[in-house]
């Protein structure tokens, strides 16, 4: 059985249908069951083998910029607490997620060894907070391995996008946040002009592909502290922007402009994808890019508040 804290959230909500479409049984805490920032561990049932965990304190990039040390704090309160809550209810495993921004600032892949590294000399300064505690997370992961033997893996994800993400300004993911401005521009008939290069590359995961990927790499004893996790999809800035746009307007080139003075933190956001090959007959086939960059539109279009 499994306990998946966040699940009013992107990723965890996403666990929460997959595992509702199986005969498998699971625990889903939000912050209303258990608050992870609150010092007091409940009991739960018995039975329960591992915690996914998608609930950490991340309040969009320029509070995250601005207040490093509450960012820090309160991310390593909800470390500690998940570990008491896997003490006290004799839980052997937890994985927890991570992200491609905390990875050093360089075009060439990155390999979970530069994690390992704790280096933030060469790391986005905006997250610095962010970052420190993802090491942290690693000291008090392994502490807990040393005495309590309670196995832990970080699964770092890449760009995620599709049904049920956030469209607020600031705190929505990248292909998100173009999502909503390319159709307020749509409506107000006035031309695209995205920041960066068209050539700069990032990794993109659908939404649900993630959870079944995560879902079926907690079934497995890892015994790997950090392990990227990816299907290779990486479109250029360019390539993202006519597939968004012809979902959405039908003209995928004529009003696009680019405001290449904006630099991107790394015009490659690439993940060595080696470790995870070893897994790769355990994931299900993936969404095509088109098809979930569809239901991405269809599901803000249908939620959206005008």
Same mark, same amino acid.
């Given at each position: 059985?499994?306990?998946?804290?966040?699940?009013?959230?992107?990723?965890? @909500?996403?666990?929460?249908?997959?595992?509702?479409?199986?005969?498998?049984?699971?625990?889903?805490?939000?912050?209303?069951?258990?608050?992870?920032?609150?010092?007091?561990?409940?009991?739960?049932?018995?039975?329960?083998?591992?915690?996914?965990?998608? *609930?950490? $304190? $991340?309040?969009?990039?320029?509070?995250?910029?601005?207040?490093?040390?509450?960012? $820090?704090?309160?991310?390593?309160?909800?470390?500690?607490?998940?570990?008491? !809550?896997?003490?006290?209810?004799?839980?052997?495993?937890?994985?927890?997620?991570?992200?491609?921004?905390?990875?050093?600032?360089?075009?060439?892949?990155?390999? /979970?060894?530069?994690?390992?590294?704790?280096?933030?000399?060469?790391?986005?300064?905006?997250?610095?907070?962010?970052?420190?505690?993802?090491?942290? =997370?690693?000291?008090?992961?392994?502490?807990?391995?040393?005495?309590?033997?309670?196995? +832990?893996? +970080?699964?770092?994800?890449?760009?995620?996008?599709?049904?049920?993400?956030?469209?607020?300004?600031?705190?929505?993911?990248?292909? @998100?946040?173009?999502?909503?401005?390319?159709?307020?521009?749509?409506?107000?008939?006035?031309?695209?002009?995205?920041?960066?290069?068209?050539? *700069?590359?990032?990794?993109?995961?659908?939404?649900?592909?993630?959870?079944?990927?995560?879902?079926?790499?907690?079934?497995?004893? !890892?015994?790997?502290?950090?392990?990227?996790?990816?299907?290779?999809?990486?479109?250029?800035?360019?390539?993202? *922007?006519?597939?968004? =746009?012809?979902?959405?307007? +039908? +003209?995928?080139?004529?009003?696009?402009?680019?405001?290449?003075?904006?630099?991107?933190?790394?015009?490659?956001?690439?993940?060595?994808?080696?470790?995870?090959?070893?897994?790769?007959?355990?994931?299900?086939?993936?969404?095509?890019?088109? /098809?979930?960059?569809?239901?991405?539109?269809?599901?803000?279009?249908?939620?959206?508040?005008?």
């Amino acid at each position: 059985m499994k306990l998946i804290t966040g699940t009013n959230w992107f990723l965890g @909500s996403a666990i929460k249908r997959s595992l509702d479409s199986k005969p498998e049984k699971a625990i889903f805490f939000t912050r209303k069951e258990f608050d992870l920032e609150n010092w007091s561990v409940p009991p739960i049932v018995d039975g329960i083998e591992t915690i996914i965990h998608c *609930a950490d $304190y $991340y309040p969009g990039l320029q509070y995250t910029s601005e207040n490093p040390q509450e960012v $820090y704090d309160r991310n390593v309160r909800i470390f500690e607490n998940l570990f008491a !809550l896997a003490r006290k209810n004799k839980i052997r495993r937890v994985v927890t997620i991570g992200t491609t921004g905390c990875y050093p600032l360089t075009d060439e892949p990155l390999r /979970e060894d530069m994690l390992l590294a704790k280096d933030t000399t060469n790391t986005n300064s905006k997250l610095i907070g962010y970052t420190r505690s993802r090491f942290s =997370l690693f000291d008090i992961a392994k502490l807990n391995n040393r005495i309590e033997g309670i196995e +832990h893996s +970080h699964l770092i994800l890449p760009n995620l996008y599709g049904p049920g993400d956030r469209f607020e300004l600031g705190k929505s993911h990248l292909l @998100s946040s173009w999502i909503r401005d390319f159709i307020t521009l749509k409506e107000k008939n006035e031309p695209v002009t995205l920041w960066g290069s068209p050539e *700069a590359k990032r990794e993109f995961m659908y939404i649900d592909d993630s959870a079944n990927y995560v879902l079926a790499l907690s079934e497995q004893s !890892l015994h790997r502290e950090i392990l990227n996790v990816g299907h290779g999809l990486t479109p250029t800035y360019g390539e993202l *922007a006519r597939t968004v =746009l012809y979902s959405i307007v +039908h +003209h995928p080139d004529e009003i696009i402009s680019w405001d290449e003075s904006k630099k991107n933190p790394r015009m490659r956001e690439v993940m060595d994808l080696t470790e995870i090959e070893r897994y790769s007959h355990l994931f299900p086939e993936t969404t095509p890019f088109s /098809e979930g960059v569809k239901r991405a539109v269809d599901f803000y279009q249908k939620t959206r508040k005008v």
